[in-house]
């Protein structure tokens, strides 16, 4: 996957670029994402980066789960991303941790695990992102 840090001519992309890009990230490989409602990976076997992502409903919401290296590879690493995440958590549209400056919150991932060990660091993603954040409506922004 390639970096989203920078363009071809060194210019690194627009927040609202970013945003869009991630919205259709998630739109296109929807299908792919392991829907833990179902199925969950097993700890210590499986690799929490061997699917593109995690998705799940939880007291109905439906979120979108990215490790920091999958959000990375979608948006790269630059000031704009880092703004992308400060949008986003202040729209609602990333859980955080209470009282705490992350973008990184625990999540159920595995299974097989004693305790704790089946939850990991990810960004949680509101899938409302999707309906805020297409292509088409980036202009408006």
Known sequence: MRHASKDDEGIEPSVADLLAKLAQYLKAHHSEFMYLNKKRPLKGTDKIDSVPGYRAKVNGTRWYYLTAGQLE???????????????????????????????????????????????????????????????????SQ
């Open 73 to 139: 590879g979608v948006i790269g690493t630059g000031p704009n991303a880092n703004s992308v995440k400060h949008r986003l958590a202040n729209e609602g549209l990333l859980d955080r941790p209470k009282n705490k400056n992350k973008f990184v919150v625990q999540r159920r991932i595995f299974r097989g695990g004693k305790g704790n060990k089946n939850y990991a660091w990810v960004h949680a993603i509101d899938a409302a992102i999707l309906k805020k954040y297409t292509l088409e409506t980036t202009g």
